[in-house]
């Protein structure tokens, strides 16, 4: 997940507190409109379920296998039952007999078949690809050996789909919950061509909602309620309109207003509203961190950043009580490694993850080791000075106030190593940091379901989201055997994936700043919203104005 939280339909939608309105209410005992208000960052730049580069909000109006329930659990979506062989390599879905699309087709098991070939053709340029890794036949095609049609799924019926994989995956029935495994409907791609997706009313909905008024351009659009949505009686609103907010600020004044009922919050905000009863506090499985380019063009700093006492240094020079607390003061998290906190627990003892990977003197604050750390690294490298750039995306309004604490702190504590900060256009900085083209880079990463694997996968040697190029062998083995011979044993499996984030702490190949925290202004009359921190993350299902 490439953005800061994954909650829009696509990259450009974070959608960051979607609420509830009581629009309409009276003071009579007569029901409240159920329409609601709702703020974006950003417009929508695809509604192509094959395209899109996330997909926190995208489960409102595609549904796959399962959904995305409370608490990160699976919940029923548009198959009504599954089996799954004894070799867990075999998995048998049985759609819906009323599973419709929202123009009233009948949604097969062909749909899943058509989708997932359509979504692994080069053509389509799906950025997700990688997901399907696991899958029969899908590391062949995402490396452009095989052809999609030769992806483990098949329609044994009408509405059986079988899919085959190439070992067993402990988090497939949660990857069955992400709308990207959703179906799509071929006659409907067919019968649009090139105008496919390009407005509301050129493609068709599986999920609670239908998008209306999306013209492929514009800062207003809504979701509709999906009648045709096979379990549309449990569905209560009718209607949620979305505006684009250009900052939280206007934000504030347009919920002040009544023209919106949730509003994101500033740090600066936050402070004002805290006692609020209208304020509320969503967590989200994103890790702030930051990248270092191990294959850095300039040999000298290539050397400079391939230091493991550098690294170590920078990352006990950093006060993140203070980050998160003070500076930010958002209600972000202090993390304990590379991994969030909240994500997944212990199959044995139901240990957070976040706890296990902890490792003594790696993301505590420590100046007087930090000193030794950078002593060490001087000496090493053969000099006192080391200066080196931090590249950071400034369409972020915290991007320069971390920045700026990192610059601080570390000038303070290693007398001798400078930092420069290169704040660009967030696309800039996505652009330079896949051409490799950083020093240092403000990262983030947000999980897309609820695994470690999820942010394990990432620094692997061979994962073209590993920009920064870090390789490490060991770390390589352990997450290959947590894929491979011990995916059908959770709890081999989990003390893989332990190892392999105490490795990523010890060597601080990635040095974790803060897990985000969002704060919000919401309708106290709102209930029924289910949020989680990864994968789908908003679902208004079940929601309504009380």
Not at 211 to 239: C, E, M, P
Not at 293 to 302: E, G, I, L, V
Not at 411 to 417: A, V
Not at 472 to 481: A, E, G, M, P, S
């Amino acid at each position: 997940m490439r953005k800061w939280t994954g909650i829009g339909l696509v990259t450009a939608v974070v959608v960051l507190g979607l609420g509830l309105a009581a629009c309409g209410q009276s003071k009579t005992t007569a029901k409240p409109k159920q329409d609601l208000n709702l703020p974006a960052t950003a417009a929508l730049d695809t509604i192509d379920l094959a395209k899109a580069t996330g997909y926190g909000q995208t489960g409102n109006v595609f549904e796959s296998f399962y959904r995305l329930g409370k608490d990160g659990k699976v919940a029923p979506g548009l198959a009504d039952s599954a089996k799954v062989s004894a070799d867990q390599k075999t998995w048998t879905f049985h759609i819906r007999d009323n599973a419709k699309w929202s123009n009233g087709d009948s949604i097969t098991a062909q749909d899943f078949v058509y989708s997932w070939r359509r979504t692994l053709t080069p053509a389509t340029k799906s950025t997700y690809t990688y997901l399907f890794s696991g899958i029969k036949g899908a590391d062949k095609i995402i490396a452009g050996k095989a052809d999609p049609d030769t992806i483990g799924i098949h329609a044994k019926n009408r509405r059986t789909v079988v899919i085959q994989l190439d070992k067993p995956m402990a988090y497939f029935k949660i990857l069955m919950a992400y709308p990207l495994f959703a179906p799509q409907n071929q006659k409907v791609v067919d019968k649009y061509g090139k105008k496919y997706a390009t407005k509301s009313q050129y493609m068709v909905y599986s999920g609670p909602f239908k998008i209306q008024g999306w013209k492929g351009t514009g800062n207003t659009w809504s979701f509709v309620k999906n009648n045709q949505y096979w379990d549309h009686k449990v569905v209560k609103l009718q209607k949620i309109n979305y505006q684009v907010v250009a900052n939280p600020q206007t934000g504030l004044g347009l919920y002040q207003n009544k023209k919106l009922d949730f509003a994101q919050l500033s740090n600066e905000q936050v402070k004002n509203y805290k006692n609020n009863a209208a304020f509320k506090e969503y967590p989200y499985s994103i890790m702030i961190h930051l990248k270092y380019n191990f294959k850095d063009t300039d040999a000298t700093k290539r050397k400079q950043l391939s230091n493991q006492n550098l690294r170590q240094a920078i990352a006990l020079s950093l006060n993140r009580a203070e980050l998160t607390k003070k500076v930010l003061g958002d209600g972000s998290v202090t993390p304990t490694g590379f991994v969030t906190s909240g994500l997944a627990k212990n199959p044995k003892t139901g240990k957070d993850f976040a706890t296990e990977q902890a490792v003594k003197n790696t993301t505590t604050y420590n100046p007087q080791l930090a000193k030794q750390k950078w002593a060490a690294a001087q000496k090493q490298l053969g000099t006192k000075t080391v200066t080196l750039s931090i590249l950071a995306g400034n369409d972020d309004p915290m991007a320069s106030t971390v920045t700026q604490y990192l610059k601080g702190q570390l000038e303070k504590t290693l007398p001798g190593f400078k930092l420069n900060i290169q704040n660009v256009p967030a696309q800039v900085a996505q652009q330079r940091s896949q051409n490799g083209d950083f020093d240092i880079y403000l990262s983030h990463w947000g999980a897309d379901f609820n695994d470690p694997i999820s942010f394990m996968q990432i620094p692997v040697s061979s994962n073209s989201l590993n920009y920064g190029k870090w390789s490490n062998k060991t770390y390589d083995n352990l997450i290959q055997r947590a894929q491979n011979q011990d995916a059908a044993n959770p709890e081999r499996r989990w003390e893989d994936m332990v190892q392999a984030a105490k490795l990523i702490n010890k060597t601080q190949s990635f040095t974790p700043l803060y897990q985000a925290d969002y704060a919000y202004l919401q309708r106290t009359n709102v209930k029924g919203i289910i949020h989680n921190t990864a994968g789908t993350q908003w679902s208004y299902k079940y929601a309504y104005i009380k």
